[in-house]
């Protein structure tokens, strides 16, 4: 059975004198950490610090914004109906709810949609189309889906339907033949910032939509205040946290801490986090799973419905069910978890690519378990349910293999399929199951065999207990936000003594230290890491990041240990 491989730690570059010159402004461990991210003058630097967004980012210079804008336009003149049709998770949750607050505040007749998981799967159907055609709608906006529905574009079309599709996610060879499609990345688009989440798209056209609808005599509404659910999306989507998604997070992250959304303040609360101090680590793992939560179980209106009220008894109520859901979704996580390690393992001894497929595994949280072999076996990973006719599968990957590049390989025996390089979503009749997986073995051992695949940890500075300190954890603030492509900064510290260590949390999961360099003591906790408190060496290396830990209303700096090496002397 293959084993998790072993995590490689890189030092820090070293910084060139001239580059060093460059940046002499600021405080030598940020120069370093600015470097370690690509930034290396001062202009570049002071962009990056105060998270301005690229040049050129109007909305208007992005394909297909000025014939979605003009077809609106349209439809507020001749009273008609619009569907914002969403995905089920964060991104498009958010993002259905920023359309339909911006057009609804610009008195358009606009109502939201967003399919089943369970019966509906993803992206735009045709029973949902005629349903909504049926219901009196004249034009349908999907956000964070669309972009693979060829199918559907044309039946659409067919039904006397307009279609606007924004979506971020990566077209194919065809577009469709919708009204007009908002996608950074479809060829010819001249939009610089290609990385933008679902949301951020819906925000782009909901600023253009703004201009345009004040231009014309409508109430102005200050559509910044939109960029709480822009925050949100974004994070929960793992979207890379550069560019205009920076700067998006970052204002973001203001609103959120004003704390103005009732459904947002009462999430905050159920997490038991402080509005003032909410960063985008806590969406990452505390908001937005909750969010996720609700379309991984049952259905994302319950989502939906939080983010769009404003009363607190509704909301809090709704928040309580999405905290319940999460609870059981982690626990639902846990035991397909075990199984799917077993199956996914067997099937291929040499762990090229791993497996997992059974009509017992739900649905909703296929996605979480490839993510989870993906991080812990470095593999390119597929968790699929099957019922008698289909099987439909969630892919995770590794940087070395593009996940939806291979299913595009494959797209002959598919059903559909799309995503991104790192995650990808398919539906594949059981007849070609067997195929589907011998081919994509086959393109995986091509792509990865003469590699050598391990995680890499990159440290951003080495340092002492000693340099860990108030001025320390003030400087390393200014990279947030931080997230893919931007993470929590992280130190390497070599020769620490193991004072103390105890294994915490279910199934002592985890593991408390208390770790000391001879001067300098620091309490540290290293999240499943619990099964080495029995074979912990008297001295360690250790990389972490620096933090804070707030218990009983104490505050105390905290290391959060990502992984334990023997130290060469020990």
């Not at 105060?50 to 914004?65: D, K, Y």
């Not at 320390?472 to 929590?488: E, K």
């Not at 002592?508 to 060496?537: C, E, M, W, Y």
């Not at 804070?548 to 905290?558: H, L, R, V």
């Amino acid at each position: 059975m293959i084993q998790p491989p072993s995590k490689l730690w890189v030092n820090p570059p070293a910084l060139p004198a001239e580059i060093d010159a460059q940046l002499s402004n600021f405080p030598k461990i940020l120069r370093q950490i600015l470097v370690n991210r690509g930034i290396t003058d001062q202009e570049m630097a002071i962009k990056f610090l105060a998270a301005l967004p690229p040049e050129n980012t109007s909305p208007r210079n992005m394909l297909g914004i000025s014939e979605a804008v003009d077809r609106i336009k349209w439809a507020a003149k001749h009273h008609e109906k619009i569907i914002i049709y969403g995905d089920y998770d964060a991104d498009g949750v958010t993002a259905t709810v920023l359309l339909t607050e911006v057009l609804g505040n610009h008195n358009l007749n606009v109502q939201s949609y967003i399919p089943n998981r369970f019966d509906e799967g993803y992206g735009l159907n045709n029973e949902a189309l005629t349903s909504l055609k049926d219901s009196g709608a004249s034009l349908v906006i999907s956000v964070d889906c669309g972009i693979r529905s060829l199918e559907e574009a044309d039946y659409s079309r067919n039904l006397g339907l307009d279609l606007i599709i924004t979506d971020h996610h990566q077209p194919g060879e065809t577009l469709p033949g919708a009204f007009t499609i908002i996608n950074p990345k479809q060829r010819d688009c001249p939009y610089p910032d290609k990385n933008l989440a679902g949301v951020g798209i819906a925000f782009k056209l909901a600023s253009a939509i703004t201009a345009e609808m004040v231009d014309a005599g409508s109430e102005s509404i200050s559509i910044e205040k939109y960029l709480d659910l822009v925050a949100l999306g974004t994070v929960a989507d793992m979207a890379p946290l550069t560019g205009e998604n920076r700067y998006f997070v970052k204002a973001g992250l203001k609103e959120i801490r004003t704390a103005h959304r009732q459904g947002i303040r009462s999430l905050i609360g159920v997490s038991d986090l402080s509005p003032q101090k909410i960063n985008s680590t806590d969406i990452g793992f505390m908001l937005g799973p909750r969010l996720n939560a609700a379309g991984r179980l049952e259905s994302a209106l319950d989502a939906l419905k939080l983010l769009s009220s404003h009363d607190a008894n509704e909301a809090g109520i709704l928040a309580q069910k999405l905290n319940n859901q999460n609870r059981e979704r982690q626990e639902l996580t846990n035991k397909i978890l075990t199984r799917a390690v077993e199956a996914a393992t067997d099937r291929d001894p040499e762990g090229t690519l791993l497996v997992a497929v059974h009509p017992d595994y739900n649905p909703g949280v296929v996605g979480l378990v490839a993510s989870r072999l993906t991080e812990k076996y470095y593999r390119p990973a597929i968790v699929a349910h099957s019922n008698n006719e289909t099987i439909r599968g969630s892919c995770r990957s590794i940087p070395e293999f593009h996940i939806t590049n291979a299913l595009d390989e494959c797209s002959d025996l598919l059903i559909r399929h799309g995503g991104h390089a790192a995650a990808a979503g398919f539906t594949i009749k059981n007849i070609h199951w067997d195929e589907f997986v011998q081919r994509l073995l086959s393109i995986a051992r091509r792509e990865l065999a003469h590699l050598n695949l391990h995680p890499t940890i990159r440290a951003d500075a080495c340092v002492r207990f000693m340099d860990l300190n108030t001025e320390t954890y003030n400087t390393i603030q200014l990279i947030q936000p931080t997230g893919m492509n931007n993470p929590q900064v992280i130190f390497r510290s070599q020769n620490i003594k193991v004072i103390r260590a105890w294994s915490v949390g279910r199934d002592s999961a985890h593991l408390k230290l208390k770790l000391s360099d001879g001067t300098v003591t620091f309490d540290a906790i290293a999240f499943r890491l619990g099964h080495l408190v029995n074979n912990l060496p008297p001295e360690i290396d250790l990389l972490y990041t620096f933090e804070i830990n707030e218990y009983n209303g104490n505050e105390t700096f905290q290391l959060n240990v990502i992984d334990i090496h023997p130290s060469d002397k020990a």
